[in-house]
Structures are given as structure tokens and as C-alpha cells.
């Protein structure tokens, strides 16, 4: 069964074409899904380029509530990619990342615990050495 | 393509038969692939469960070397599920997990960088009460 | 002026009757406000004692999104307490807090952001020896 | 009663020209407190402020033993007002906050556990951008 | 040179008796030493047998001041040891340590800057498993 | 007995001529070791300074398995210096550190349990002012 996060992580994981339009077919109603990637040693620049796409994709209104939601949902995927050591260019690794948004409700068809924003990071950290890296994954999620 | 971490998230993600089935065919050669499942607010019950399939699966030799990469792998893949607040019962909440092991290239075809050990993590953490609690995935990996 | 972390955190400081009654007639409209007292090195009874009387005292409603939103505001104010090194009996110490649960607007009269939760915790840590200990404070919020 | 950390954080609490009055007369005899204002997105110079300011209002005489105390009860308020993430910049969020130093006893009249110095942070932390921000408070302490 | 952290070091790593006599020859003046050893998968246990011998063989006095400085000594010890994911039993993992505690001036001579305490701890961190372990160290120190 | 991460430490404490000698001679077959100094506000400084010596002095071959247990060592490492609150510049504090390198068996003549690596930090850690700063140690090792 789907539910918010299978969706997040679904979408970040699958890159072949047939993968994302299975994917696409799949998705249950009331489920809105961005992905796209970002590559940096500064982590702001990760927070960044979600945050800009989030709102330009109009997955949060224009107040703090929602950008609230986002940036706590981002920040846990973080975490999930530092496995315990906050940081990235402050201790010499860099990350290439596919990152998705998904907001809809928790669980498919659970529409009484309102909306909530998923955010997936998936991708590879290492050190800035072509093929020097591993994968890494993380998933964030809150109401909305 | 697949890869050591995708192998292992899309491990604990596909629950249907016929994904299972799907993902079993696509499985490259080279990788060896356990999933099971483990709940508590105990965290240490986690890593005793894993461990302990890893052991009696025949995932590690009964050396410390090969042990010290699995538990660096759950401990990471722990880290992502706590998202920066490292515990369960000591913070009052719950996780139902399932968990997936696997070994084998970090990428398929990349023999030359030797094996590597994989603990996927994915399932429900919050409250000790039913359905409140939301999704969670970790994911570790360490050269074995 | 008054807003939802200021109304937290004077909650728990002031405690001679004179204070406590000020307090209470400069509250502005469209704040609830709980007090009460919790002592242990368990730190899950510290988790449990504000989430029942949140519930008790009706500060959230029977759904998952505000017992979330209450979670992480004790999660984060325990955070505070614990100054980066999060723990109580695990690394010997104890806690003996004064805690307050606060709803309403962010700031006053700031209704288009909808309400907040505020929990603010205050006390003394550490040994468990009468007046080896000192003062220790914790805020957290989220949009309910 | 008054004490050590009560002080610190009624001081950063209180803005209105009349509360600050009421704390100033009434703060017990053996204290010293100052109070200001920094903000940034780089964590740092929340610390040099704090340093510079209390070297140059007499807190801390020239020795390492005052400067470790001071330096030590700055980071436990800052970790009061990371909760949990330690980070400003580097996760893409700025403070905006009102700081205090403060030395004297650790409780009014508890002349024989010498002096301590107590800092306080409180104020807003969020996106860089107007109004998307939520308070924050942090308190640390050491003897000095 | 010798200096206080060193001389805690130098202290948990020799356990030869002639690498031990040679060190308490070396001892200058105005240092004072302990010595002994601590197991468990409960951190708390590290944590209350220091503190108790700390006492029990003069190192601080009765009061506060002296516990939080041997207190923070071990909390800071303890964080080398755990090497960024603090925890022992909870992560599964089980210590078996010398730990050495060490008072005197901060480097030999530096008699300006008062006393220091130091806590040292070393030895074998793992699996509950005879032999699946390997050396952690972890120093701490403040003024006292 | 020597093992891998007294080895280490040693080499990081000790450094006077004839201590080095000493340490030199008594040094068991199958180990490697090197030493040198490294100091900055900039903790990735610190990284970069021993993943380029441990290349150039041969510890690692040209692989990411052996890059990765190099660095995941010198991160725990770091952890030890930082006890519990990772960061150098970021929270106005710099480091001035002796670095060793070794590599060999986990305990002297353990063969079976393969190669591992460990990396020692020792230093002053402490305000960016002359003497403001007191001693850290922090080790890390994984199998190689
Ligand atoms: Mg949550
Ligand atoms: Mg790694
Ligand atoms: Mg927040
Ligand atoms: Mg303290
Ligand atoms: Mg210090
Ligand atoms: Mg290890």
C-alpha cells in the first residue's frame, strides 16, 4: 500500500524512465510530487534549493506554518544523510543528491489527520574524489 | 541501475508478493538480500535482531572485522530513522520496523572495491498508541 | 509584549502567588496555559507527565497531528535542558522541573498563522544529591 | 525566590522600560547583570559578542579559568537554542536574540558555593526572511 | 613536557609496572593521581564509580563547584569514548575501562590559573562478545 | 602490551627526542606509523591535513574502501576532541593538534582479524588567544 513517505522515497530512488511513469501511474489521489537534484559541500545550499522549489511549485502557501513544516521535514532528512555527524564541507565530504516533495495525507485515504510534507534525500556523500563516495538516504516528514 | 543502498531500501519498501517477486528477478547477481521485521522502544532490541538474522543468514563470518561493519551499518541506518534525536524509550516513543540486510558490490559490477554490508531500516516511529506514529528510513552501509 | 514563549517561560519561572496572579491578568486573549511539576532521571516520565495532562487538560485534540506537534515542543525543550548532551539517569543526573504547556497565537493578535503549542521546561539538574544541581531551561514550539 | 539562571532569563525576557525597571530594583545584592542584542546567521559572532561584551563590562577577569567558564555557558545556551541541531548558517536559519551575563551566587545567600556566571539567550530563530521565525531560549551555566 | 591531560593519558595507557614507576617518578610536584578500572553496558555505572572514588580519595571537596567540574570532566570523557553517538547498552554496545583522575595545576608551573581536574578513560568498546571490541579513549577537563 | 591505538596515542603524547626513540624501538613488527601537526578554526583543515599525508605516505591504497576507513577514523577522532559538541570555528574555538597515523594488526600478533587503521588527535583546543586553551584527545579506528 502507498502511504507519504513510500511515495517520497519511491520517487527519489526510481530514475528509469519506466520506473518514474510506473511510479506516476501508481499514485494514489490527493498526492502532489516534485523531485529534482542538488550537489553541494555547503548544506545550506541543499536547504536552499528545496525551499526555492517548494514554494515555487507551490507545495507551501506564503506563510510560516507551512514553511515551518518544510524546513523541520528537510532538516530530519538531513540528519537521516549525516547518520550522526551533523555537517558536510566542515568535515571534508560532499553530497550529490536527487531530493523529492510529496504533500497529501500520512496514509493513502487517512483524511482526517489533515496534510502533511514528506521530503526524501538520496544520493551519494564522500569525499570530493570522483567514485569516492556511498549511498546515502533520508526521509523527513511533518503536518502541514 | 542498481546499487548496494537501492537494493536495500527497495528491500524494506516492497511489501506486495508481486513486488517482492519483481524485485527478487531484478536482483543483480553478487548480492545476498535478507528482510525481517523488528519492533520496540527498546533501541538495543533493534541491533540484537539484526545481528543476529545477520549471523545465523550467514551475512558475516564469525570475525570482528565483519561484525564492526554491520554494526557501523545498523548504528548509521539507526541514526537515520532517530533523525538527530538519538532514542526511542527514553524519549517515550515506539518504532515497528522492518529491517533489510544486504551484501555484496557497492555498485553493481564494481568488483574491484570489494564487498560491502547494507542495513536498511524503514517502518513507523511516535507515540506508544496506535497510529500515532508516522514513517521513518535509515539507511547504513560499510565496507566488509 | 507578550507572545506563546514568553507566556511558556514566565509560567515556569514564577512561582510566588503575587507573580502567578500578575501573570495570569496580563495574559491576552486566545491563550490556554497549564503548570504543573515533574521530577525523575527517567526522562520518558518527563515525556509522559506533559503529554497526559496536555491530553487531560484538553491542549490538543484525539489526532495524530497535535500529539505530534505537542511531541516535538517536548522534544525540543528537553533538548534545552540537556544542553547537548541529551540524557538524564544514563549519564547520572536528575531533573527536578516545572513545566508549562501553552496554546495559542505565535505572537498576539498574529491570527493568520493559525495556533501554536509551546512547552517550556525549568528546574534543576544534576546529581542526585540534595543541592548539587542547577538551574536548567528548555523551550519548544510548533504550529498546531 | 530569586537565583542565578531566574535572573539571567528575566533579564533577556523583559524588554519594557517599567519590567526592567521592577527586575533591576529588585535584583539581589551580589549580582551583576548585563543584557544586549546580536544577531546573525554565522554562530560565531554570537559568541565573540558575548565574549568581547563580558571582558569589556568586567565579567570575566583576564584568565583562562573565568574565560573557560564564560565560553563553556554560552555553548549550553546556544545548544538551548539549537535543540538538538546545533547550527545557524550552515542549516540555513538566522537568530535574532537578546543575550544576558550574568555573576553571582548560584542561589541568593549561598555565599559558600562561590560565584558562577550564568548567559541567556532568547529571541527568534527561522528562515532568513521577516516574520518566519519562532522564539528560542537558552540558558547555561558554570562556576567561575 | 608534562601537563595535565597528558599525565591522565599516560595514566590509563601504562599498565606495566615498570612503565608505572617510571611515570609516578616523572610525576611533578603538585599532582595528584588515581587509578583504577570500570565495565559495564550501563553508562550511569562509569559515571557513579568515578564520582565515587573521586570522593572517597580526596579529590574534590564537599561542595558543588568541585562535583560539577569532575561531573563535566566525565560527561566530556565520556562523549571521546562514544565518539559522536553517545550510549553504551542502548546501542548495544558494552565498555570494559581503565579511567585515571587526575587534579593539579592545568600545565606544570602554571600556577596562575588555579587547579584542574582531568578524567581520562581507556580501554575496549563492542559487541558483548568476547574479543569483538576495539581501544577507545576519551579525555575531559575543567577548573576546579 | 602495544595494540593499535596505544600505538597512537603514544606517538601523539610523546615528544621528546628520546620518548620518540623509545617508542620507536619498542614498536612491534607490522605496524606503520607517522606523525605531524595540524592546527586551524577550519575543521575540514584538519581532515584534509592527514587524508593527504595517509595518501602520500602510502597508509592507503588508491581505493575508496581504504579512503573510507582512513576517514571514518579520523571523524570518530574528532569527535573525541570535541566532546559532544562538534565544530571548531563555527563556535569560536581553534585547535592546535599533533596527529599520528598507524596502521597494523588491532592487537600485536592478531592476524586473523586483518588490518585496521587508527588516527590519534592531540592538542590544545580553546579561544583563538594565546594560552587560552586546554588539552583534548580523541582516537578513532576501523578495520582497513
Ligand atoms: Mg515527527
Ligand atoms: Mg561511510
Ligand atoms: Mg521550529
Ligand atoms: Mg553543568
Ligand atoms: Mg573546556
Ligand atoms: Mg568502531
Known amino acids: 500500500m502507498m502511504s507519504l513517505g513510500k511515495i517520497a522515497v519511491l520517487s527519489v530512488l526510481q530514475t528509469e524512465p519506466e520506473e518514474v511513469k510506473l511510479l506516476d501511474q501508481s499514485l494514489p489521489s490527493g498526492y502532489k510530487v516534485y523531485k529534482s537534484k542538488v550537489g553541494s559541500m555547503d548544506s545550506a545550499k541543499i536547504f536552499a534549493a528545496i525551499e526555492t522549489a517548494a514554494k515555487r511549485e507551490g507545495f507551501i502557501s506564503s506563510n510560516y506554518r507551512e514553511e515551518h513544516a518544510l524546513y523541520h521535514s528537510i532538516l530530519e532528512a538531513y540528519h537521516g544523510i549525516c547518520r550522526g555527524n551533523a555537517g558536510l564541507g566542515n568535515v571534508l565530504r560532499s553530497a550529490g543528491l536527487l531530493y523529492s516533495i510529496v504533500r497529501g495525507p500520512?496514509?493513502?485515504?487517512?483524511?482526517?489527520?489533515?496534510?502533511?510534507?514528506?521530503?526524501?534525500?538520496?544520493?551519494?556523500?564522500?569525499?570530493?574524489?570522483?567514485?569516492?563516495?556511498?549511498?546515502?538516504?533520508?526521509?523527513?516528514?511533518?503536518?502541514?
Chains 1, 2, 3, 4, 5, 6 share one sequence.
Do not use: Q, S
Request: charged share 20%; with cysteine.
Open 106 to 144: 500520512r496514509t493513502v485515504g487517512c483524511a482526517d489527520d489533515g496534510e502533511w510534507i514528506a521530503v526524501a534525500l538520496y544520493g551519494y556523500m564522500g569525499a570530493p574524489m570522483k567514485g569516492f563516495e556511498h549511498e546515502v538516504l533520508g526521509l523527513g516528514m511533518n503536518p502541514i
